[in-house]
């Protein structure tokens, strides 16, 4: 358990209002990537961080930004929230890059009405 | 097409029976993870792997990276190991994770 978690673990927000999804880690892990989860897809990664100030897109990053700027805190923000962004979000974590573990946030439901 | 495959799907076994589920991937990796997601839960990594062979329990995992195929096996599987098993690599020189789209497993008692 690398101490990661997340914030809100639910929310149900309408159309066109931005949502921002918090994730937290303790264990000062240099990676840390935000995904989403739907039935059919598997997980799908939506930005990720390599470092303070440091983001790359996925392969799904369309609608969302995100920022880092302490090394605990990766911020997933949906500008304008849209039904097609209804989804389970995953935040991880990684050490450094090679072989290391993947830790996972317990994940939020988000609801987009 | 999809650079890692899972196969089967879903898979129904009774209780005590030998299982196994098979992950195929298609680029060069420095590492391979299985991990395991129970209904309505989290996701918990299981293993990482980059040669050979792996045992937890009643779980082993195996790669061979020459045929860039990995297998998890799970030996007298009980009710509770019903979950999704997810197979992720992490390609070589990229920071990303591609995953599986998972295989669902349920174990009749």
């Known amino acids: 358990d690398a101490g990661i978690t997340q914030s809100p673990r639910h929310k149900v927000t309408e159309t066109g209002t931005p949502v921002t999804l918090r994730c937290h880690q303790t264990?000062?892990?240099?990676?840390m990537y935000w995904y989403r989860q739907d039935p059919g897809h598997g997980l799908r990664l939506i930005h990720y961080?390599?470092?303070?100030?440091?983001?790359d897109k996925g392969e799904v990053s369309d609608g969302y930004s995100v920022s880092r700027s302490k090394t605990e805190d990766f911020l997933l923000t949906l500008e304008s929230a849209t039904s097609s962004q209804t989804s389970v979000y995953f935040c991880?974590?990684?050490?450094?890059?090679?072989?290391?573990?993947?830790?996972f946030g317990p994940g939020t439901r988000l609801t987009v009405t | 097409k999809n650079e890692v495959e899972q196969s089967p799907q879903n898979l129904t076994a009774q209780e005590g029976e030998f299982i196994t589920i098979n992950c195929s991937y298609s680029?060069?990796?420095?590492?391979l993870h299985w991990l395991q997601q129970h209904p309505g839960g989290g996701i918990v990594s299981l293993f990482m792997l980059s040669s050979g062979k792996k045992k937890h329990g009643r779980l082993i995992a195996t790669i061979n990276i020459q045929e860039k195929h990995s297998s998890l096996h799970i030996t007298a599987p009980h009710p509770r190991d019903s979950a999704v098993y997810i197979c992720?690599?992490?390609?070589?020189?990229?920071?990303?994770?591609?995953f599986g789209k998972g295989t669902r497993l349920h174990i009749l008692p």
């Open positions: 992720a690599v992490r390609p070589r020189r990229d920071d990303k994770i591609i």
């Open positions: 680029v060069g990796i420095s590492a």
């Open positions: 961080s390599y470092g303070v100030k440091d983001t």
């Open positions: 264990e000062n892990h240099r990676y």
């Open positions: 991880a974590t990684v050490e450094r890059e090679g072989l290391y573990e993947q830790y």
